[in-house]
């Protein structure tokens, strides 16, 4: 079935995966010509940090993605603290969010001084609304929203709209895993006050490190924030906040001009074409796919940034074994509830109700590869391997 040896990794031991969830290889064997002109071009310029090239990046992010105003920042984590505290959050506020993400959400809620407040999600992953109305009427006082996108899944912006104008909620959209993600040809994080999102190397738009950007509307907004990544200063030795240091290479921002964005609407339609191979393909009752739901939502196109399914409980690591043993790679986004956490044990936080949702899908869910250099051949070997999974 496969053609092709498992490749040696490092130490030189035969590799234990040969279809990976991301593969770094391929990718720098397309880009890494545009990588290496542009940190030249940034070694030559003689300005490392937060220059030009940023600027010019910022420029092109926010017409991209259809915003007035971008600022980067050193990471998806800084961009949602640094966008909760420009948009006013003070220590002790509460910040609804969901339980089911990278723990970087509720790291930065936590770290910006706020009191997270989880809610179930439904049978996609993504926030539940409903359970979220409940939960904002039951607790009342409320003022903060970080929901998530999660696995570029968009929350429909009507519904995220009405709640957020019902209850007068100050919203930071996480859309790390939602960059290029549309309904009705719209992008998600225009709903709230603003966009946050990540340019970690496994995101859709990945750069060679760590970044980050903030994506609003809100011209005042965008300056607190551009004053906030930079130790709070206002002009040069102003200091007219307490702020941070994070701010975006120029390395970054010129790799992710000239490598990454121009690239990013072929491999989101890349990434499509692989979910709808799979999906027109399903072979089998034993492992489901989250987004089987999503065709009931007319307009809804996802950046399908993970192709998660799920098995159920009992099944999941032989699931995960069976996928190895056909040289495939999975992953789990996530296995664990954010409050169930070790590091938020010592840490205050609400829960409403039992996010028995949510947990059954940490419990069940199994990530298969999507990434955008994966050929068909090797799609259908992943759809094979789900078929003789019994
Ligand atoms: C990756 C990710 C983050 C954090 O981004 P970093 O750049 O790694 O700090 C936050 N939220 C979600 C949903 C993510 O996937």
């Known amino acids: 079935m496969l053609s092709r040896p498992f490749p040696r990794c490092h130490n030189n031991c035969l590799a234990e995966t040969y279809i990976l969830l991301n593969d770094f290889r391929r990718q720098w064997a397309d880009t890494g010509e545009d990588t290496l ?3 030249e071009e940034v070694g030559r310029s003689g300005w490392y940090v937060l220059g030009e090239r940023v600027r010019r990046f910022e420029d092109a992010l926010r017409s991209y993605w259809g915003f007035s105003e971008a600022a ?43 009191i997270p407040v989880f809610c179930d999600t439904d049978a996609t992953g993504r926030i539940d609304l409903n359970e979220a109305r409940a ?16 696995y570029g899944f968009p929350i429909p ?12 909620l100050v919203c930071i959209e996480d859309c790390a895993q939602s960059i290029g993600a549309t309904e009705n040809g719209r992008p998600t994080g225009q709903a709230g006050l603003a966009a946050a999102t990540s340019f970690y190397p496994t995101k859709n738009l990945g750069a060679l490190g760590d970044g980050g950007a903030l994506l609003t509307n809100d011209s005042a907004f965008a300056e607190s924030v551009r004053c906030l990544r930079d130790y709070g ?47 027109a393909q399903w072979p089998s009752a034993a492992a489901v796919p989250l987004g089987n739901a999503l065709p009931s939502e007319p307009g809804c196109e996802p950046c399908w940034h993970l192709f998660p399914v799920r098995t159920n409980t009992e099944r999941k690591r032989d699931f995960m074994h069976h996928l190895r043993a056909h040289g495939i790679q999975s992953g789990e986004h996530y296995p664990a509830l954010i409050p ?15 996010l028995e949702a949510a947990r059954s899908i940490a419990g069940a869910e199994v ?13 259908d070997a992943v759809v094979h391997a789900i078929r003789i999974f019994v």
Request: aromatic share 6%; proline share 5%.
């Open 37 to 39: 002109r542009a940190v």
């Open 72 to 114: 980067g920042v050193a990471s998806g984590l800084d961009a949602i603290e640094i966008g909760l505290r420009a948009a006013g959050l003070q220590s002790g506020d509460r910040v609804l969010t969901t339980p089911l993400s990278a723990f970087a959400t509720t790291l930065a809620i936590v770290r910006a001084g706020g």
């Open 135 to 150: 939960a904002l009427q039951a607790m009342p006082g409320i003022r903060f929203f970080v929901p998530v996108h999660l």
């Open 157 to 168: 912006a009507g519904d995220l709209g009405s709640l957020i104008r019902e209850f007068s």
């Open 233 to 279: 200063q206002s002009a040069k030795y102003v200091h007219s906040q307490l702020g941070w240091n994070s701010r975006l290479d120029e390395v970054q921002a010129a790799i992710l001009s000239a490598a990454a964005l121009p690239r990013l609407a072929r491999w989101t339609g890349r990434r499509r074409e692989i979910a709808r191979r799979c999906l």
């Open 340 to 354: 169930d956490q070790p590091a938020m044990q010592g840490s205050s936080f609400a829960c409403f109700g039992p």
């Open 367 to 379: 990530s298969i590869p999507i990434h955008p250099y994966l050929t068909d051949e090797e799609v």
